[in-house]
């Protein structure tokens, strides 16, 4: 039998190690990553209102000519397309950020006509592989004209392909729908607003470029939330309009109403935004075993499509209902404050605006896609 022989010796190498200071080499690498989430992830952009994420879902549905008018198709093929050409992330990132612009409780006009199960403010949505979706027609007004030289491409990940660097935005998105999002020592939260007054405002700024902040609240008093609630107090939105910064407070909508000869009831058709029924349920139990809420027998969701929220909140006999309101605005998520954090990049450095500026900046944006457009078009006669 042969001897098995001894492995060879490892020839040597030259070895060539470069020693590196680990703090310069950590404060390097993190102002690499925080630089990427602010500029490519978290803030959005003031012309447009959109996100990397959000404007490269968009432009490649457009590209793959999912109008209003035609049929949708699977979510995991559009999150494929957008994942493999223009946005190498997860698609678990694509597939929320998909999501939330087609929830009408989120955005105050969606961007997405989604079919299936989309998710509510308590359940997520179901697997992309479940749902199908296709453009709203708002976000046609986004996407139109993007064929006539009326923005810069940029190149992709892997510079094979283009994308608009930003979209036309035939309609001031971030102001409408309203946006947050976390950065590295920064975050953004943008309460949404109803299309009309915003549309208003921004014609009368520019009829009257010098136009002041008085003049164009007077067409945007305030936001507007999707799911409604009652907004109290307007000296934080006085804040918010004029430094980018400031707070105001939401309650839900509550009718008393006689549910049958001895037993009344409040009922709840709407609620503080992102604050959903699950959650207002939990916390009146809590209040209620916790001796906090006195007065509540039982509590009832009768939610539904076709009618929307409607929260029946049973009373004990000897109670006075609006006694009751008032504990559940302040024991419960009834009564909620919303931050607004105006923080948006505008040529490519994050700034925190107020509303007139933010008008502004859409405005210059929109002469800039008219102009280009015109030219093009001179150029194409």
């Keep these: 039998m042969a001897k098995r022989q001894p492995p060879a010796a490892a020839e040597p190498f030259d070895e060539k190690i470069i020693e590196i200071?680990?703090?310069?080499e950590m404060e390097g690498s993190f102002l690499e990553y925080a630089y990427s989430v602010i500029y490519s992830r978290a803030l959005p952009d003031a012309r447009d209102g959109l996100k990397p994420v959000q404007r490269r879902i968009l432009y490649?549905?457009?590209?793959?000519?999912?109008?209003?008018?035609?049929?949708?198709?699977?979510?995991?093929r559009v999150v494929g397309e957008v994942m493999g050409k223009l946005?190498?992330?997860?698609?678990?990132a694509i597939y929320d950020a998909m999501v939330r612009m087609a929830q009408d409780f989120s955005l105050r006009l969606p961007l997405i006509d989604g079919h299936g199960n989309f998710g509510s403010h308590d359940d997520g949505p179901a697997a992309p592989r479940y749902t199908e979706a296709r453009l709203a027609a708002a976000a046609l007004a986004l996407t139109d004209d993007l064929d006539e030289d009326v923005v810069d491409f940029v190149p992709n990940y892997d510079n094979q392909l283009q994308q608009p660097d930003v979209l036309p935005a035939a309609f001031p998105n971030l102001l409408v729908n309203g946006t947050t999002?976390?950065?590295?020592?920064?975050?953004?939260?943008m309460a949404p607003h109803n299309l009309g007054e915003v549309i208003a405002a921004t014609q009368h700024l520019i009829a009257h470029p010098d136009a002041a902040l008085e003049d164009i609240m007077r067409y945007v008093p305030g936001p507007d939330l999707p799911t409604g609630g009652r907004i109290v107090g307007l000296d934080g939105i006085?804040?918010?309009?004029?430094?980018?910064?400031?707070?105001f407070k939401t309650r839900a909508k509550v009718e008393v109403e006689q549910l049958s000869a001895r037993r009344t009831g409040?009922?709840?058709t709407e609620l503080p935004y992102l604050v959903g029924p699950e959650k207002v349920i939990e916390k009146i139990k809590d209040a209620v075993n916790a001796k906090k809420l006195q007065g509540i027998s039982d509590i009832v969701d009768l939610t539904d499509r076709n009618h929307g929220l409607r929260l029946v909140i049973e009373l004990k006999n000897g109670f006075n209902p609006q006694a009751v309101i008032q504990q559940l605005y302040?024991?419960?998520?009834?009564?909620?404050?919303?931050?607004i954090n105006n923080v948006t990049l505008v040529d490519g450095q994050p700034q925190t605006?107020?509303?007139?500026?933010?008008?502004?900046?859409?405005?210059q944006h929109r002469i800039s896609v008219v102009r280009r457009r015109t030219s093009f078009r001179l150029g194409k006669k």
């Design 87 to 92: 946005h190498p992330h997860g698609d678990a």
């Design 181 to 189: 999002g976390i950065a590295v020592g920064m975050a953004t939260n």
């Design 21 to 24: 200071d680990v703090s310069s």
């Design 238 to 247: 006085r804040d918010a309009y004029a430094t980018g910064r400031g707070s």
């Design 330 to 339: 302040r024991y419960t998520p009834m009564e909620d404050s919303f931050g």
């Design 266 to 268: 409040l009922v709840v």
């Design 353 to 363: 605006l107020g509303l007139l500026e933010l008008l502004r900046v859409y405005v």
């Design 60 to 76: 490649m549905m457009s590209d793959m000519g999912l109008r209003p008018d035609r049929g949708h198709v699977k979510s995991a």
